[in-house]
């Protein structure tokens, strides 16, 4: 492997290289994009012991998260090659683990069956619309509204209610994460790139990690407390609602 000078007219900030006579950029993308997909993969696994529809969605979220990132990485490396048509697993998939974050959401047992039944249809209409418009715009942007959405009002909005309201500290690691990925904003809007080796893009990805791994902990421990509580109680929660 040979670092080129601006090969292929492949901006210098790409990180152009050459590997088999392929001009090929962007290598820290694709290392940040599958340090996720690692992640997400190994604690896909580790939920396997625990069951219910709330960790069958957060699973299906990681497995979903997972092949995004992974798909993702590859587009940005063979860019030159695949164009938009590289981004476009990678952009439904991610549409997709926020439709299922949202779903894992609202399957605990602590919201009215209306309410539940109105916000799934509301799910499955935010993903079947942004992700269309992100294919017909060719625009991430539309991918991160969808994102956008479902983490400040399904895991944050409903994460403080679950906890503060109905009393499941275990929801506040998922807040946490939630602020930690927020903070990803920060750094594209003040555009903080602390190298060419990591720029905006690469911390952004460091940081959705990090939130997966709060996310995870805050799953395990309302699943575990779920499973432990006596029927009674649970009923109990449910007659409050």
């Known amino acids: 492997m040979t670092t080129m000078n601006i090969p292929c007219d492949i901006p210098v900030e790409k990180l152009p290289f050459m590997m088999g ?22 604690l896909y696994y580790k939920l396997r012991p625990l069951s219910g529809d709330f960790v069958k969605n957060w699973r299906f979220f990681l497995i979903s998260i997972g092949l995004s990132t992974f798909f993702g990485g590859l587009g940005h490396i063979f860019f030159q090659y695949t164009g938009f048509y590289g981004k476009i697993p990678s952009w439904v998939l991610g549409n997709l683990a926020a439709f299922f974050a949202g779903k894992a959401m609202i399957s605990t047992f602590l919201l009215k069956q209306s309410t539940n039944s109105f916000l799934l249809r509301l799910l499955y209409f935010k993903f079947l619309f942004f992700t269309f418009l992100a294919l017909y715009y060719e625009s991430f942007t539309f991918v991160l509204i969808d994102t956008a959405i479902t983490y400040l009002l399904f895991c944050l909005g409903y994460g403080l209610y679950y906890w503060r309201r109905k009393g499941y500290a275990s929801f506040k690691h998922m807040i946490i994460g939630v602020i930690i990925l927020i903070s990803s904003a920060f750094i594209f809007v003040f555009e903080i790139n602390l190298s060419l080796w990591l720029n905006k893009d690469d911390l952004s990805h460091l940081i959705i990690a990090t939130t997966i791994i709060f996310f995870y902990i805050s799953i395990k421990r309302y699943s575990e407390y779920n499973m432990a509580m006596p029927l ?8 409050e609602k």
């Open 21 to 42: 006579g392929l001009c090929l950029q962007e290598p820290m993308a694709l290392i940040t994009n599958w340090i996720i997909a690692s992640v997400a993969f190994v």
């Open 232 to 239: 009674g109680e649970r009923q109990q929660h449910v007659d």
